[in-house]
């Protein structure tokens, strides 16, 4: 099962940033998808999540941010708007995933994307 994020970049304070996760590999379903983000020196923290229609959003973005998944592409967005210097962070997708690891064996674990930049200028 792999991760990858896309859709990081620069932008000016104000301004949108639509990120991207792609899941692929032997899958049998997937349940909860989030973002999660690091800023330089911090911990990665908890952005969004979606469990199968379910959405959580930390308290620095809501109303900001929105989270939503396409389950037929095993994809996941996070539409960013009103950016702000202080979203600034390395972007990460997190996926927990229903794969088959041989034909006859089905597993559940976590993954994560490799990471995407957003830098916010003020």
């Known amino acids: 099962v792999e991760l990858v994020e896309s859709g990081g970049g620069l932008v000016q304070a104000g301004g949108s940033l639509r990120l991207s996760c792609a899941v692929s590999?032997?899958?049998?379903?997937?349940?909860?998808m989030a973002w999660y983000r690091q800023a330089p020196g911090k911990e990665r923290r908890f952005v969004a999540s979606?469990?199968?229609?379910?959405?959580y959003y930390s308290d620095f973005v809501r109303g900001r941010f929105t989270i939503s998944r396409d389950d037929a592409k095993n994809t996941l967005h996070l539409q960013m708007n009103s950016l702000r210097p202080e979203d600034t962070a390395v972007y990460y997708c997190?996926?927990?995933?229903?794969?088959?690891?041989?034909?006859?064996?089905?597993?559940?674990?976590?993954?994560w994307g490799q990471g995407t930049q957003v830098t916010v200028s003020s």
């Open positions: 979606n469990s199968t229609g379910v959405v």
């Open positions: 590999g032997t899958i049998f379903s997937i349940d909860q």
């Open positions: 997190y996926a927990s995933v229903q794969y088959y690891s041989d034909v006859n064996r089905r597993v559940r674990d976590f993954f």
